[in-house]
T-cell receptor
């Protein structure tokens, strides 16, 4: 079991470039999410999905797009990178079955360190 | 709005000392869950514990123990006889019940440095 896999581990972009951060999980988790981690600010939720075809915004969604075409994959797209998006990005998943699982712990990937110059 | 406060930005202790990491939360939900995660220097996030709002019993797991007090909205984490391997950033988190999703609000973390 690989768990939650994120690629790439490191990425450097120039302002205005676009890219997609990949996230895949093999635990058949219905819930997936993206967080960014910045110094002194903890982790902040960007977008999340409760199943294929369903996505919603988190706390800091501006500048990011997501889609969920399969249960396994939840890519995060930066359409026009800005220096303010320099951060460490974490993908996380958890088991979700109606109300009984909203408390499920999140399983995190190892993160992607993104630098925008 | 939900909020998690970890007032201790950084703590330094000498190995074998006991250390307590504080976590104070705010929520309007009557049912909620609290979590602790560990982020070692390698960067991954490791789940440590989950506690629901109806269970105020303290929990002990080896050198780790957690004290949940609803009256003070606190969920503190104590490491007994700390070791160098405990050096990490520790995050407290609070779940928000939207009915369909697990949305966690994280504190800003406490960096624990354990030295010899």
């Amino acid at each position: 079991n690989a768990g939650v896999t994120q690629t790439p581990k490191f990425q450097v972009l120039k302002t205005g470039q676009s890219m997609t951060l990949q996230c895949a999980q093999d635990m058949n988790h219905e819930y997936m999410s993206w967080y960014r981690q910045d110094p002194g600010m903890g982790l902040r939720l960007i977008h999340y999905s409760v199943g294929a075809g369903i996505t919603d915004q988190g706390e800091v969604p501006n500048g990011y797009n997501v889609s969920r075409s399969t249960t396994e994959d939840f890519p995060l797209r930066l359409l026009s990178a800005a220096p303010s998006q320099t951060s460490v990005y974490f993908c996380a998943s958890s088991y979700n079955r109606a109300m009984s699982s909203y408390n499920s712990p999140l399983h995190f990937g190892n993160g992607t360190r993104l630098t925008v110059t | 709005a939900q909020k998690v406060t970890q007032a201790q930005t950084e703590i330094s202790v000498v190995e074998k000392e006991d250390v307590t990491l504080d976590c104070v939360y705010e929520t309007r939900d009557t049912t909620y869950y609290l979590f602790w995660y560990k982020q070692p220097p390698s960067g991954e996030l490791v789940f440590l514990i989950r506690r629901n709002s109806f269970d105020e019993q303290n929990e002990i797991s080896g050198r780790y123990s957690w004290n949940f007090q609803k009256s003070t909205s606190s969920f503190n984490f104590t490491i007994t006889a700390s070791q160098v391997v405990d050096s990490a950033v520790y995050f407290c988190a609070l779940s928000e019940n939207t009915g369909t999703a697990s949305k966690l609000t994280f504190g800003t973390g406490t960096r624990l440095q354990v030295t010899l």
